[in-house]
């Protein structure tokens, strides 16, 4: 079986209406752009070719929320850029992690967002 031809990935992230207007603005402080947003929709542009939606929906729990994953070239600058926007007292309910090792030799910074997705950026430690 030949599976079909794929044209585009973009992980969907999914929102409180509560937590919508709060995830738009943590993605904004975080540095990414929005090419486009409607009412209960949005895409983010991680400025590097690669693109994802922020949604509201009615009804949505947060337990349910996954995890995304950006691999960049330096967690330390990562770091550097989080550090200061001091998200976990300008957000409710979000929390940010300082770079680590994992068990599988990757540096990640854990932060989980307005609706409790959880961001990994990493990099492989070398």
Known sequence: MITP?????R????YTSEDWP????FYSDL????????????E????????FLLAMHVGYEKRTAGMVQFWVD????WWEH?????????YSGVKVAAPSLTDWNW???YIWDPGGWLLHIGQPNE
């Open 11 to 14: 992980p969907f992230l999914g």
């Open 107 to 109: 540096r990640l910074i």
């Open 74 to 77: 330096s967690v330390d600058d």
């Open 31 to 42: 540095g990414f752009k929005e090419n486009w947003a409607l009412e209960n929709i949005c």
């Open 22 to 25: 709060v995830a738009r603005q």
């Open 5 to 9: 031809a794929i044209k585009d990935f």
């Open 44 to 51: 983010i542009d991680t400025g590097i070719g690669h693109r």
């Open 82 to 90: 989080i550090k200061p926007l001091d998200l976990e007292a300008k």
